[in-house]
């Protein structure tokens, strides 16, 4: 399959080589690029690719040949990637990182951005790249003249070394993974997992000491399906036996607008689905749940490492508890006319997904409250750090919910003055 070709800058690829053989001192793209674009030829010549003699060609076609056909040189896609790597990126499409960019555009208010932070790169579109395009998609990018993001693999690997002992090494998802609502790499490396990593490199353990890195947990064997059983948000189905986490979970639902005030389903749970940040059925949880068990097998006890992971859902469920509250809160100042509800949102409860968008700062509030502290409340059970799970987490749900209510109190006695100081019909 030919890869997909967009006009891009000469600074940002390798160009194409009249033979995939050809000794690199020969090859006419190399020879023009070292002056060019040197860091790229550099990069190149440390790879497994130079190594084996694989060339621009085989990645960016044949047609361009000099700066007047600039257009005719080919991005790689996953496709042009799979030629080659075809089990890794039929995993890579299965796992989670795959729909990175659906997810992205699912999101309701996402068009509000600034295009440089989404299709620029320069916002949620510098991670989120990582995920497929379709067809369509591609070609509007390459239509704007934006032909970058489209590979997948070299948001690990990166170009043009794509190294496989980069990817393995931790610092590898730190870009993506950390900050405001996935601090995954502030909790990993601050854990004894990593604080065990750090000491291993820095020569304190020996090299045959366990010091568990992302990749030893969620690629295991080098398997890049990669996925979790809560999935991004901690939110599944079916619900719990647990009344009152039944109660709680559906809430949450509500507002995250996937079930509407009835508990029936929304069209946004097929939005859910098709981007898998949630996991729908027991079976599918159940599945990334052992599957997690025997990563931690490796180095714990099975018992030990199932009493954890059950301590992590026991924060869900304390955490959800605190969520529902606060949002039946907002809820409830929208059926009372209190809050305006917002233009397009279709029933009495917040949108969670709005983010920043939320027009009132109780609406922020209860936005923060879910994708910062309830989110560090539950990854930092999971990975292992527990001022994470407490202070950076459950404290701050706890104080974000008194703050809740307090707004909700002065808000409700603003209402009902307004409402008193307006005047009544003329009596005779």
Avoid at 262 to 282: F, K, N, Q, W, Y
Avoid at 291 to 306: E, I, K, Q, W
Wanted: net charge neutral; glycine share 6%.
């Amino acid at each position: 399959m030919r890869p997909s070709r967009v006009p891009v800058l000469v600074v940002c690829c390798l160009l194409a080589a009249p033979s995939l053989t050809r000794p690199a001192a020969a090859d006419p793209c190399v020879e023009c690029h070292t002056r060019v674009t040197p860091g790229v030829v550099s990069d190149w010549n440390l790879s497994r690719h130079a190594a084996n003699r694989i060339g621009c060609a085989a990645c960016h076609g044949d047609d361009h040949r000099s700066n007047a056909d600039v257009a005719q040189v080919a991005i790689p896609t996953p496709e042009t990637c799979a030629g080659c790597h075809a089990e890794r990126v039929a995993q890579f499409k299965k796992g989670k990182h795959a729909l990175a960019w659906a997810a992205q555009n699912a999101m309701p208010t996402i068009h509000w951005q600034p295009p440089s932070a989404t299709v620029g790169l320069k916002g949620c579109g510098g991670c989120h790249k990582i995920g497929l395009k379709s067809a369509a998609e591609q070609r509007a990018m390459r239509d704007a003249g934006r032909g970058y993001g489209m590979a997948s693999c070299d948001a690990c690997h990166t170009r043009h070394t794509f190294s496989v002992q980069e990817a393995r090494a931790p610092e590898a998802c730190q870009t993506c993974h950390m900050g405001f609502d996935h601090p995954q790499w502030e909790m990993w490396s601050s854990s004894k997992h990593g604080v065990r990593h750090a000491l291993k490199r820095d020569g304190v353990l020996p090299p045959s000491a366990a010091a568990p890195t992302c990749q030893t947990c969620h690629m295991r064997d080098g398997d890049h399906e990669v996925r979790t059983a809560w999935g991004f948000l901690a939110v599944r189905l079916p619900l719990p036996g647990d009344a009152q986490w039944a109660k709680d979970r559906e809430t949450i639902l509500m507002a995250l607008g996937v079930l509407d005030p009835e508990g029936r389903p929304t069209a946004r749970l097929e939005t859910v689905r098709a981007a898998d940040v949630a996991r729908l059925d027991e079976a599918a949880w159940a599945r990334e749940r052992e599957a997690m068990l025997g990563v931690c097998a490796g180095c714990h006890a099975r018992a030990f490492a199932a009493e954890q992971l059950a301590h992590g859902d026991e924060m869900i469920r304390r955490a959800d508890r605190l969520m529902a509250d606060a949002i039946e809160i907002v809820a409830a100042l929208y059926r009372d006319g209190i809050l305006r509800r917002p233009e397009g949102q279709a029933h009495a409860y917040p949108d969670l997904l709005a983010f920043h968008d939320a027009p009132t700062a109780i609406e922020q509030d209860l936005f923060v409250m879910f994708l910062e502290h309830r989110m560090r409340a539950f990854q930092g059970a999971f990975h292992a750090n527990p001022d994470y799970a407490l202070w950076y987490g459950w404290s701050e749900l706890q104080r974000s919910l008194t703050s809740i209510r307090e707004q909700a109190r002065a808000l409700r006695a603003e209402h009902a003055a307004a409402r008193a100081a307006k005047p009544g019909p003329a009596r005779r």
